[in-house]
């Protein structure tokens, strides 16, 4: 199974919006709505910031948001702030019963 | 507060074995689905293994099926990830993770997804190395 593919890095400037793509195939992204994206901070574990394509836990700023079209997800975050600088993760269920998760995107806040 | 603490990690040689524990708490363990995900030095996240609350169904990647065993105590909260024929490839910090699943029924079947991992514990890292 090939993780899912993500841009290495975007960058921004705050109270921007920055889109972060994931790019499946019909096995995994195209067909089930299983998508999430995780926020990484250096040294610390990931968190979960958007499930099932487009929810968000309690807790997450609705300042993120999460939408698919065929086989690509993206995560948009918007009104970007000093703290949302990190790494980015998707990942999606597949049609093998795994999981599969993007290579990972460095979010820069200029 | 859900708490995830794992344990267990260190070096070992090529070849070798190693048990890493998750001790959980600050939720109900019995009814939750459980996960390992891991991380190599500098690189990005990947999923190892996913176990149901009960025990009775895992799910594992190919990369260690067949060498890693998910399993569970309920009645100690207790994530266990049993590692066998270690590689230097397996070198990485390991993430127990709370999970959700989600079943649906296909004609007959019942098939099980994995959705997403809620809540992850700190690693412990597991080098491989002679």
């Known amino acids: 199974q090939s993780a899912l593919t993500q841009p290495a890095s975007v960058s921004g400037s705050p109270g921007q919006s920055i889109t972060i793509s994931c790019t499946g195939t019909?096995?995994?992204?195209?067909?089930?709505?299983?998508v999430s994206w995780y926020q990484q901070h250096p040294g610390k574990a990931p968190n979960l910031m958007i499930y099932?394509?487009?929810d968000r836990p309690s807790g997450v700023s609705n300042r993120f948001s999460g939408s698919k079209s065929g086989n690509t997800a993206s995560l948009t975050i918007s009104g970007l702030q000093a703290e949302d600088e990190a790494d980015y993760y998707c990942?999606?269920?597949?049609?093998?019963?795994?999981?599969?998760f993007g290579g990972g995107t460095k979010l820069t806040v200029l | 507060e859900v708490q995830l603490l794992e344990s267990g990690g260190g070096l070992v040689q090529p070849g070798g074995s190693l048990r890493l524990s998750c001790a959980a708490s600050?939720?109900?363990?019995?009814?939750?689905?459980m996960s390992w995900v891991r991380q190599a030095p500098g690189k990005g996240l990947e999923w190892v293994s996913t176990?149901?609350?009960?025990?009775?169904?895992?799910y594992y990647a190919d990369s260690v099926k067949g060498r890693f065993t998910n399993s569970r105590d309920n009645s100690k909260n207790t994530l266990y990830l049993q590692m066998n024929s270690l590689r230097a490839e397996d070198t990485a910090v390991y993430y127990c993770?709370?999970?959700?699943?989600?079943?649906?029924?296909?004609?007959?079947?019942?098939?099980?997804?994995?959705?997403?991992?809620?809540?992850w514990g700190q690693g412990t890292l597991v080098t491989v190395s002679s």
């Open positions: 993770a709370k999970t959700t699943l989600s079943t649906k029924r296909v004609g007959m079947r019942r098939i099980t997804m994995i959705v997403a991992f809620d809540y």
């Open positions: 600050g939720f109900t363990f019995s009814s939750s689905a």
């Open positions: 176990i149901s609350d009960g025990g009775g169904s895992t």
């Open positions: 019909s096995s995994d992204v195209g067909g089930h709505n299983y």
């Open positions: 099932e394509v487009s």
């Open positions: 990942s999606s269920y597949t049609s093998s019963s795994t999981v599969v």
